[in-house]
């Protein structure tokens, strides 16, 4: 009695699916009905009874065969718009707990392959891709994510194996997820980035782009018209110095015409204009330093111009630097001028100023001779003390032209030492002698 009431169940829920559900998308799927005669509401809340009577076994079994056509974005089911089957199958997919493990099955590339073709058909967006990709990793989608990283990393640079724009846009977007999926990372902050990966999608496909020296995801010609369509989306400013740094990073391997190159170089000039006028952001930093471990972070450091904020800090440290010497350089003269008042001899201040550097002890001279216009002893020894500034002066200009010269020409310099004795210096202990003379 029990095993036919076990057969009778199993007879039943198998029945029920077929009748209620997968007939409808056998016959849609076979062009005999269309997706407007089906009611997608009530195929929803025959999954949910499913749940509910914990018959997903049978459910899943019953789905497979469209289940790869979703994999596969098979025209049987996506022919033109089929928004309302797309909806249907993400929720579908999404309820069942097993659709994850099935697809590790099929390949990966084949699958974005084929979601190209779809997408380049119906010129749409890769939002429903996205949306493909993000039930397969909330499901625990797992395969050799490092491999399949090298894989792409290869092909992208290769435009003879992605030529078209949007199968390229694609594997770059699968390249970003297989990225992040390779990190240390727990599942809640692979999956915050994938969030962030999607959302900003739209402008990091133009930085990928350029760092795979071709353009995807649109279909402009060149890249200075990218450079340009960057430059006009207020949405992307924030993050515009980040382009800025990629352009300047992969300028001289772009193969530009030098046409081509001096538009870009004209785009580049207003791209610098709006950074100027435009606070940025680092929210994607950590994600494109994860995407491109190599070159993310050295291309910031060696590109990235310093915001107004960072320009007005420097500002000011100069100003209060100088504001600082300028007070010491008055304090000194003060200093000097109450010794001579005191009658300290002139030969005293002159041997004061002449161990400092040239140019301070000029500005000290220069602001002395103005507090001490009516000191007649002063007034008469400055010239001389002046002439004597300017000798030690141009002793050390010569002295730099020297050690440049036997730099250029790698040879040794004899230099006095002890009494009466001379020794030979390296080029090192040349160039570090050279900051001494530029006091």
Not at 321 to 327: A, F, I, K, M
Request: aromatic share 10%.
């Amino acid at each position: 009695m029990q095993i036919y009431l076990k057969k009778t169940m199993a007879y039943n829920k198998t029945i029920y699916i077929e009748q209620q559900l997968t007939k409808y998308l056998k016959d849609y799927s076979e062009g005999k009905i269309t997706q407007d005669d089906i009611n997608w509401g009530e195929l929803s809340l025959v999954v949910r009874r499913c749940q509910e009577l914990r018959i997903m076994d049978e459910l899943h079994r019953q789905m497979q065969p469209y289940y790869e056509m979703y994999l596969y974005a098979d025209s049987r089911l996506f022919g033109g718009r089929s928004w309302h089957c797309h909806s249907f199958l993400e929720n579908t997919a999404r309820y069942d707990d097993e659709f994850a493990s099935f697809a590790e099955s099929h390949d990966l590339i084949d699958i974005t392959e084929s979601w190209s073709e779809y997408l380049r058909s119906t010129d749409t967006g890769i939002v429903l891709y996205q949306k493909l990709l993000r039930i397969l990793l909330e499901g625990g989608y797992d395969t050799n994510w490092q491999q399949l990283a090298e894989t792409l990393k290869s092909d992208l640079h290769q435009a003879e194996v992605y030529s078209d724009y949007k199968t390229g846009e694609l594997m770059a977007f699968l390249h970003g997820v297989t990225m992040l999926m390779n990190t240390s990372w727990d599942d809640k902050k692979k999956m915050e980035n994938f969030d962030l990966l999607c959302d900003k999608w739209d402008f990091l496909k133009h930085f990928y782009s350029v760092m795979i020296r071709r353009v995807i995801g649109c279909k402009l010609a060149n890249f200075s018209a990218v450079a340009n369509l960057v430059a006009q989306q207020p949405k992307y400013h924030q993050y515009i110095h980040i382009f800025y740094c990629v352009l300047c990073y992969r300028q001289d391997s772009l193969n530009l015409s030098r046409k081509q190159l001096k538009t870009l170089e004209s785009r580049m000039g207003r791209i610098s204009n709006i950074m100027d006028e435009t606070k940025p952001s680092d929210a994607l930093n950590e994600l494109l330093d994860t995407l491109f471990p190599e070159d993310f972070q050295r291309m910031l450091d060696e590109y990235r111009p310093e915001t107004r904020e960072q320009l007005e800090k420097e500002r000011n440290r100069l100003k209060y630097e100088v504001g600082l010497l300028t007070d010491q350089m008055t304090d000194m003269a003060m200093k000097l001028k109450k010794a001579l008042e005191r009658s300290v001899p002139v030969d005293y201040i002159e041997e004061q100023l002449l161990r400092l550097s040239p140019g301070t002890a000029r500005d000290l001279c220069s602001k002395l001779t103005m507090m001490l216009s009516d000191n007649n002893a002063w007034m008469t020894s400055m010239p001389k003390i002046k002439e004597k500034i300017l000798e030690k002066k141009e002793e050390q200009d010569r002295q730099l032209a020297d050690l440049l010269q036997k730099v250029a020409e790698k040879s040794p310099v004899e230099v006095k030492v002890g009494q009466g004795g001379t020794a030979q210096i390296t080029e090192r202990e040349i160039v570090n002698q050279i900051p001494k003379l530029l006091e």
